[in-house]
């Protein structure tokens, strides 16, 4: 893939009125989520899981593209189409998550640093040849007392930056996904320093690695309050605060930001990016979604594990798709959640 093509998947990952799925749980993760409805983790309720999701009826109309873990990419629907073509097929983009985790940081107790760079060209190659045309990688920055360290911004973002550079030469749109936790107690002030902080720092890694802007997406998070913080702020001043965080740091090149929902509940992160979209007009970039979390946690309680509620479970994930596309052209309103069916 060229230049050309990088930019024109970059630009259909964050399509007017769509956004993405972000499928891409581990392992360890999915299991989490499967205790949460008393189901077991096996790789059929895995696939069963995700066919719900990618087959739900009219996705394709809010979901641009769908990041899938290892297992998923190499998993087929119940016919027997394997997942990336099926999501083709529906005009959806199938990208896959390469990192490999956040470990703890060796010398900076409390920090980690994200894993996955040793092989990661080879496996860039296989994945595109099982039809994943863009990957995402997660850096994750805790708030604390005395963190995150200089030091752990930067050796993020220079491992962002080079997991960005080889997906551009392996003709992968990388999605770079900086992560600033909202877990702890702490202030929106103190997280729009910090997501500042990395913002820039992710930037001059960015261009010191000579990553084409246009050729990506940015997955920050929002600027919120930490989620254990007695005054939390509004969803005006959350939509304020990131959008003025944004216009600092990410250049217009960028064809789009797609956020995370990072333990916002699904409605809260549906409102905030209306929100953006409503007050921010003009944008220099498109604003939309990445959501895992409140994307499927309506819908995977609504699916239970139960093979009757299949439809149901298809029904709720189709809802917050829908009000979450809506968002992104500005048009929802929290009335919605009780009109959407
Ligand atoms: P959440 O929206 O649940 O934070 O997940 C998005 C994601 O891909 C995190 O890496």
Not at 51 to 73: C, H, K, N, R
Request: aromatic share 6%; charged share 20%; with cysteine.
């Amino acid at each position: 893939m060229n230049a050309i093509e990088l930019m024109h998947v970059a630009k259909g990952m964050v399509a007017k009125g769509k956004g993405i799925l972000a499928a891409d749980e581990s392992t360890g993760t999915i299991k989490k989520r499967f205790d949460g409805i008393k189901l077991e983790s096996t790789e059929e309720h895995r696939r069963t899981y995700r066919e719900m999701l990618f087959t739900a009826p009219a996705a394709a109309e809010s979901v641009s593209g769908v990041i899938l873990y290892d297992e998923t990419l190499r998993q087929k629907t119940k016919d027997g189409t394997a997942f990336p073509q099926y999501l083709m097929k529906q005009g959806i983009i199938p990208g896959i998550k390469v990192d490999t985790g956040a470990k703890p940081l060796a010398g900076f107790p409390g920090e980690t640093i994200t894993e996955g760079l040793d092989g990661l060209r080879e496996r860039l190659i296989e994945y595109r040849s099982l039809g994943a045309l863009f990957a995402k990688w997660r850096a994750v920055i805790d708030i604390g007392e005395g963190i995150p360290s200089a030091f752990a911004v930067e050796a993020n973002a220079h491992a962002l930056a080079r997991y960005a550079a080889l997906c551009q030469e392996n003709g992968i749109v990388p999605i770079v996904e900086p992560e600033v936790l909202m877990d702890g107690a702490h202030s929106i002030e103190r997280c729009e320093d910090v997501t500042n902080h990395v913002l820039s720092t992710v930037f001059r890694q960015l261009f010191a690695h000579r990553v084409l802007l246009e050729g990506m997406v940015l997955k920050p998070n929002m600027v919120v309050s930490g989620k254990k913080a007695t005054n939390r702020a509004g969803p005006e001043v959350v939509a304020e605060a990131t959008l003025r965080t944004l216009r600092r740091h990410v250049p217009p090149a960028v064809p789009g930001i797609a956020f995370l929902s990072g333990g916002q509940s699904p409605t809260e992160a549906t409102l905030h990016l209306g929100l953006m979209n409503r007050i921010g007009q003009p944008l220099p970039w498109a604003l939309t979604f990445s959501y895992g979390r409140a994307l499927q946690d309506t819908a995977l309680k609504a699916w239970g594990g139960v093979a009757a509620n299949f439809g149901a479970g298809q029904k709720e994930f189709g809802k917050r798709a829908k009000l979450n596309g809506l968002a992104t052209l500005g048009r929802y309103t929290a009335e919605m959640e009780s009109q959407a069916a």
